[in-house]
Every structure is written in C-alpha cells, then in structure tokens.
C-alpha cells in the first residue's frame, strides 16, 4: 500500500513537472536582458515587460480581443440563458439534439470550424473581417455559458418559479426576480470562461482575421515568426497572470454557489 | 353558498387521464382536506384549482365567475409547496413581502402587513434570516406567512408538513388549523396523513384514482365510510362480502354461506359489503363463551402477534379469515385454539 502510495506521488510530482515547467522557465526567460531567450537567464530587467507597450500592435490588437471578446460574450449571454434555461425547465422533442449542437464547438476541432467559418462567412457571404470574427467567437463562446449556466439552474428548483407566480409575478418579471439572482454565480463564471476561451482563442481567429485586423494571439504569433527577444515571454506571464486571476474568481463563484444552494 | 366549484373537469398527462369529469364544491370558510394514497390525484386537483393547470373541459367557478381561464398570478390564490420553496436569495421579509410588491402595495404599508403575518406565524424577528438559515418548521412558517399575507381569496397546502418530523407536524397542523379559523381563510389541504386530515378539517374528501369516493366531516366518514376503499383505507381491515341483506325489525339480516347477521342499520346504506374495524371484533375460547355474543361465528386462531398493548389475531372462519385486536384477553389465545368470534352488530358497517 505505501509504496503504491510514493508511486502515485512521483507521478503527479512528474505530470506537474511536465504541465508547469514550460511555463516557469517562460517566466525565468522573461527577465532577461539580452535580445535572446535564454534559460536560466544569465543578467536581471524588465525592460522586455516595457516592450509590449512600444510594440504598436501589441496594444492595438489587445484591444481587438477585448472588444471581441466582451462582444461576443453579450450574444452569447443573450443566446446562452435562454437556451440553457429551456434546456433545464423543459421536455420537448429534440432536446437531446439540441444540447449536442449547442455543444459540438468543443467537441468540433476548432481548425475545421475555422476552415467552415472562412468558407462561409468571409468567402461565401462576404462579411466584413470584424463581423466574422464576432460571429466566430460568440459560437466558440455559446457553449461555455451553456454548459456553466446549466449546471446552476440544474440546482435550482422550479417550483419558487411557481411560487412567484402564485403570489402575483407575470412569467417574465419571474425570470427576472427569482430565477436571474439565484444562477447569477453560475451566469458570471460563465462569462469569465467564456471570455478566456476567445481572448485566447488562436485556432478561429488564424482564419478569421485580415489585412490590417488582427487579435492579440495572432499578432504573437505574427511577432515570433520575426523576432526571438523575450518579449513573448513577458507578455506570455501577462496574459498568464490575467487568467490564474479570472480562473480564481471562477473558482470562487463555483465554490460558492455550493453554499448558497439549500 | 359555495365559494368554488369545479365541475366536471378532466385532466391528463399524455394521454392517460388522471381526473374525468371531477366535481368538487366547497364552502366559505371551509377547510377542506383531499386524503388518498400517493398518486390518486391530489396534488394535480390542487394544481388545477391554483391554475398551474388547465382542465381540457368542464368548468371552475369562483364566487359564480368562470375562473377556467385566469391565470395563476391574476388569482389571488396562496400556494403553500411540499419543499416551502422559498426565495433562497432573500430574507424572510423579502420573502412574505414578495406578493405584496406585485401588487404595488406601498412601503409603508407593505412593513406593516409583513410585520403583522410574521408575529402571527410566530415568526417575530427573524425578518433579516436567509431561509438557508432556517429550520424546516421555520421555513414552513415563511412559506405560509407568504402565502397569508396577501390576504388571499384561497389558501392551498400541497402535503406541507411532510418533511418535517412527528412532533412539529403535530405542532404545525394546530398552528395552521389556528390561522386559518383566526382569519377565517377558505383552505384546500392536500395529505395523505390520514390523522392529519381528521384533526384539522371541516370536512374530508377521501381520494381514489382521480375520484373522490366519499366528502364528509371527519366524524362521518369514520363512523360510516360510504365505499369498501374507503373503509379500508381509514381502518375497516375486515370484509365480508354478503350474499343478499333484508330488512327486519332488530336491523338488516345480512347472509354470506348459509350465516345470517345481523347489521343495526346506519342512515340509509345500501352496501352489500360488511366493514368491520379489528379493534370491534371479540374473541372467546370456544369453551368459555358466554351466552349473549352477537353475531356468533365459529372459527380457529391461525397466528397470533404480540403487539404490546393487545394481541392480534388471525381467526379463520367458515365466512373468511379476520384480524382481530383483542386487549381484553388476560391469557392469550394459542394458535390452533378454537375459538368463538363476536362480530357486535353496531359496529358491522355496509358499504358499497
Ligand atoms: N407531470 C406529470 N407527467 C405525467 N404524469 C404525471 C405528472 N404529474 C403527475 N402524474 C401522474 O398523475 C397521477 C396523479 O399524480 P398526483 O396528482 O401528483 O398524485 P398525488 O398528489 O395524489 O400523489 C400519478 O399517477 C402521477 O404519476
Ligand atoms: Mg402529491
């Protein structure tokens, strides 16, 4: 038994190794001062955190993502509650089918849905860059807040719907006071997870984006194919920084929707 | 005058009908308890007064309007669930203050009225708790003072003391048979706790498969249960089907194989059927019988069950086997002895 016991810990000793190793020598490699990466980094500065701001596209295409990404998340959110609701409260024919297309986006590689996004939607229907990028990352974004939305109404329990109305609310006023503030954990982690899966989202965007219009994975992209300095290292902690925050918050929300359920 | 009426109204889940051309009236003031087992149809009659359902035809009079088509929240009707259900994101105020906001009450006014159902609910300062912080008979109480404080025109109870344990259900149908008297509150209260429905209600419906059997005062349908369903289901454990019943002047001579009985005769029965509780029935070693046993029939002890207070018997005769609750018997009766069973002709009750 014990010995079984030290062999599982060496394995998750080396499967944490092997996850996160990567990432610390990133964040070593990303002090250094010279113009190449180097492991261990041999001198102490910060300059290349300074280089994200002078390098124009960088900012420029944070933008893009965020605006994208906060875009996408409102249709989503608009497309998303309803849809997961239905899902919880109903029985109708082809639910199952439903829930699966609602899905399929993760399941989908998501080179192949690029692909099938740049055949229709820029080739076929000819739609701006923007639009397509939006639409592509409100399908990519859809199944998270589905997923995540339903696992909280999936606690709710229907029936102080009908206690709501019993004691005078209209249907949709219901929605709003009773079921919206008990899933609103459920909604908000939603939408950080969400908002993760476009802001960083490479697989899409590689297709979607154009002449002059670009997303911030893409434009890092872009720069190490013409640049080894360490400032993809630096801006790699960044973004790895914002989302070890957003995933403690989605922790948090989860977590505590354990306790407020009855 | 009846204050509501549903008349004739069917209702069905897919396609199979759980109530056909259901009637059922009750008073101002009443309160009226539908008892059956799990199933017969009780939470969907109660569903359908309140509107969560629609009846495919026949009619719901309230106060002699058509009802059938308003819906829930235009009908001032208080639901009280099984599971409280209640808002867990607010506090108890906001709670019983919930209808009261729908209705545009003022501020003032809707403090006032909250305040007064919660000191009447015995609910006095707990205003500021999250029912997650409350117990079950605290919520309950919630759950009614929500549903009181819109001084509705119908109060209904879906099972409401059923996940609560034996001491407070006891606790909690007093407090809730108060209540109502006090504000004289119309009530529909759904249970399958037979003790429970008795001790509370004016009259009791007794429930089978979608139809109401029998609607009577609690007292009445003890003493004379109408169907053979339900006597047996408030107790009547033992049956005797009789082959023809004539009238004479002592009562009825009921006869089954050949043994006539005789049955003192209750309102105007009809029954061909003997109800008989194991509580009336005597027994008496066949030796030691004394001379004025009525209804005297022969039989033998099959098992006995010793049930602290009393034995029970299983006696098999020449007209069927009955149980039998014997507390009198200061020497038990073995298995196997013969034994005579009396079989008092008040308490023979025909049913159909
Ligand atoms: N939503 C539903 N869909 C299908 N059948 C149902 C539904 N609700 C209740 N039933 C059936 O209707 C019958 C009566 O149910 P109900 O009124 O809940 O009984 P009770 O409250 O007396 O236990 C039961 O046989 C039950 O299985
Ligand atoms: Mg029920």
Redesign the pocket.
């Given at each position: 038994m014990r010995e079984k016991h030290i062999g599982l810990g060496i394995f998750t000793f080396l499967v944490f190794v092997f996850l996160l190793g990567p990432l610390v020598i990133i964040s070593f490699t990303s002090f250094e001062q010279g113009t190449v990466l180097r492991f261990p980094p041999e001198s102490f500065s910060l300059d290349w955190y300074k280089n994200i701001f002078e390098v124009s596209g960088f900012l420029e295409t944070f933008k893009v993502s965020i605006y994208l990404s906060l875009a996408g998340n409102l249709l989503a959110l608009l497309i998303g509650i309803p849809a997961a609701y239905a899902l919880n409260r109903f029985d109708f024919k082809g639910k199952a089918l439903l829930e699966g297309i609602f899905v399929s986006p993760i399941i989908i590689p998501g080179i192949v849905l690029g692909f099938t996004f740049l055949r229709f939607f820029i080739t076929y229907y000819q739609l701006p860059i923007y639009a397509g990028l939006f639409i592509g990352h409100t399908v990519i974004m859809l199944p998270f807040i589905i997923r995540v939305v339903s696992s909280s109404l999936a606690n709710f329990d229907f029936s102080i719907e009908e206690a709501a109305v019993s004691l005078g609310a209209s249907r949709i006023g219901t929605f709003f006071k009773v079921v919206l503030p008990n899933i609103k954990s459920g909604i908000i982690a939603g939408v950080l997870i969400a908002f993760l899966e476009s802001f960083n989202n490479v697989d899409i965007s590689v297709f979607m984006t154009g002449p002059g219009v670009s997303t911030l994975p893409i434009e890092m992209l872009t720069y190490v194919q013409n640049y080894f300095d360490p400032t993809i290292a630096a801006l790699s902690v960044v973004l790895m920084i914002i989302t070890a925050l957003f995933m403690f918050f989605v922790e948090r929300l989860l977590g505590l929707s354990y306790f407020t359920k009855r | 005058m009846s204050l509501f009426t549903l008349q004739d109204v069917t209702v069905a889940?897919?396609k199979?009908a759980?109530l056909q051309d259901f009637n059922l009236s009750i008073g101002e003031g009443e309160l009226v308890s539908?008892l059956?087992?799990?199933?017969?149809?009780?939470?969907?009659?109660?569903?359908l007064i309140a509107g969560f359902l629609q009846s495919k035809q026949g009619k719901f009079l309230f106060r002699e309007k058509d009802y059938t088509k308003v819906p829930v929240n235009k009908r001032n009707f208080g639901f009280v669930f099984q599971n409280y259900a209640l808002f867990p994101h607010m506090t108890v105020f906001d709670n019983v203050a919930f209808g009261l906001r729908q209705r545009k009450v003022s501020k003032a006014s809707i403090k006032d009225r909250v305040l007064r159902v919660l000191d009447i609910a015995s609910l006095k300062g707990f205003e500021e708790r999250f029912p997650a912080a409350l117990s079950g008979g605290q919520k309950q109480r919630v759950a009614i003072a929500r549903a009181l404080v819109i001084e509705p025109d119908l109060l209904l109870f879906?099972?409401p003391l059923s996940n609560l344990d034996a001491n407070l259900r006891v606790n909690m149908r007093v407090e809730i048979r108060r209540i109502q008297q006090e504000l004289g509150i119309t009530t529909v209260y759904?249970s399958?706790d037979q003790e429970e429905c008795f001790s509370i209600s004016d009259k009791v419906a007794i429930?089978n498969k979608?139809i109401i059997e029998q609607l009577s005062d609690p007292a009445t349908i003890y003493r004379q249960p109408k169907t053979k369903f339900v006597a047996d289901f408030i107790g009547f454990k033992n049956f005797i089907q009789f082959d023809s019943r004539r009238q004479e002047t002592d009562g009825i001579a009921a006869t089954v194989q050949g043994i006539t009985l005789t049955v003192q005769q209750q309102d105007n029965d009809t029954g061909l059927v003997g109800a008989i509780r194991p509580d009336d029935l005597r027994l008496y070693p066949l030796d030691a019988a004394p001379m004025t046993v009525e209804n005297a029939v022969q039989g033998k002890v099959l098992i006995s069950t010793y049930l602290g207070r009393s034995y029970q018997y299983e006696v098999k005769t020449s007209i069927g086997q009955f149980t039998v609750n014997d507390d009198a018997a200061a020497a038990p009766l073995a298995n196997g002895q013969e034994v005579v069973l009396e079989i008092p002709k008040k308490q023979i009750v025909l049913v159909d």
């Amino acid at each position: 038994m014990r010995e079984k016991h030290i062999g599982l810990g060496i394995f998750t000793f080396l499967v944490f190794v092997f996850l996160l190793g990567p990432l610390v020598i990133i964040s070593f490699t990303s002090f250094e001062q010279g113009t190449v990466l180097r492991f261990p980094p041999e001198s102490f500065s910060l300059d290349w955190y300074k280089n994200i701001f002078e390098v124009s596209g960088f900012l420029e295409t944070f933008k893009v993502s965020i605006y994208l990404s906060l875009a996408g998340n409102l249709l989503a959110l608009l497309i998303g509650i309803p849809a997961a609701y239905a899902l919880n409260r109903f029985d109708f024919k082809g639910k199952a089918l439903l829930e699966g297309i609602f899905v399929s986006p993760i399941i989908i590689p998501g080179i192949v849905l690029g692909f099938t996004f740049l055949r229709f939607f820029i080739t076929y229907y000819q739609l701006p860059i923007y639009a397509g990028l939006f639409i592509g990352h409100t399908v990519i974004m859809l199944p998270f807040i589905i997923r995540v939305v339903s696992s909280s109404l999936a606690n709710f329990d229907f029936s102080i719907e009908e206690a709501a109305v019993s004691l005078g609310a209209s249907r949709i006023g219901t929605f709003f006071k009773v079921v919206l503030p008990n899933i609103k954990s459920g909604i908000i982690a939603g939408v950080l997870i969400a908002f993760l899966e476009s802001f960083n989202n490479v697989d899409i965007s590689v297709f979607m984006t154009g002449p002059g219009v670009s997303t911030l994975p893409i434009e890092m992209l872009t720069y190490v194919q013409n640049y080894f300095d360490p400032t993809i290292a630096a801006l790699s902690v960044v973004l790895m920084i914002i989302t070890a925050l957003f995933m403690f918050f989605v922790e948090r929300l989860l977590g505590l929707s354990y306790f407020t359920k009855r | 005058m009846s204050l509501f009426t549903l008349q004739d109204v069917t209702v069905a889940y897919q396609k199979q009908a759980i109530l056909q051309d259901f009637n059922l009236s009750i008073g101002e003031g009443e309160l009226v308890s539908l008892l059956g087992p799990s199933g017969c149809g009780k939470t969907t009659t109660l569903r359908l007064i309140a509107g969560f359902l629609q009846s495919k035809q026949g009619k719901f009079l309230f106060r002699e309007k058509d009802y059938t088509k308003v819906p829930v929240n235009k009908r001032n009707f208080g639901f009280v669930f099984q599971n409280y259900a209640l808002f867990p994101h607010m506090t108890v105020f906001d709670n019983v203050a919930f209808g009261l906001r729908q209705r545009k009450v003022s501020k003032a006014s809707i403090k006032d009225r909250v305040l007064r159902v919660l000191d009447i609910a015995s609910l006095k300062g707990f205003e500021e708790r999250f029912p997650a912080a409350l117990s079950g008979g605290q919520k309950q109480r919630v759950a009614i003072a929500r549903a009181l404080v819109i001084e509705p025109d119908l109060l209904l109870f879906d099972e409401p003391l059923s996940n609560l344990d034996a001491n407070l259900r006891v606790n909690m149908r007093v407090e809730i048979r108060r209540i109502q008297q006090e504000l004289g509150i119309t009530t529909v209260y759904v249970s399958h706790d037979q003790e429970e429905c008795f001790s509370i209600s004016d009259k009791v419906a007794i429930m089978n498969k979608g139809i109401i059997e029998q609607l009577s005062d609690p007292a009445t349908i003890y003493r004379q249960p109408k169907t053979k369903f339900v006597a047996d289901f408030i107790g009547f454990k033992n049956f005797i089907q009789f082959d023809s019943r004539r009238q004479e002047t002592d009562g009825i001579a009921a006869t089954v194989q050949g043994i006539t009985l005789t049955v003192q005769q209750q309102d105007n029965d009809t029954g061909l059927v003997g109800a008989i509780r194991p509580d009336d029935l005597r027994l008496y070693p066949l030796d030691a019988a004394p001379m004025t046993v009525e209804n005297a029939v022969q039989g033998k002890v099959l098992i006995s069950t010793y049930l602290g207070r009393s034995y029970q018997y299983e006696v098999k005769t020449s007209i069927g086997q009955f149980t039998v609750n014997d507390d009198a018997a200061a020497a038990p009766l073995a298995n196997g002895q013969e034994v005579v069973l009396e079989i008092p002709k008040k308490q023979i009750v025909l049913v159909d």
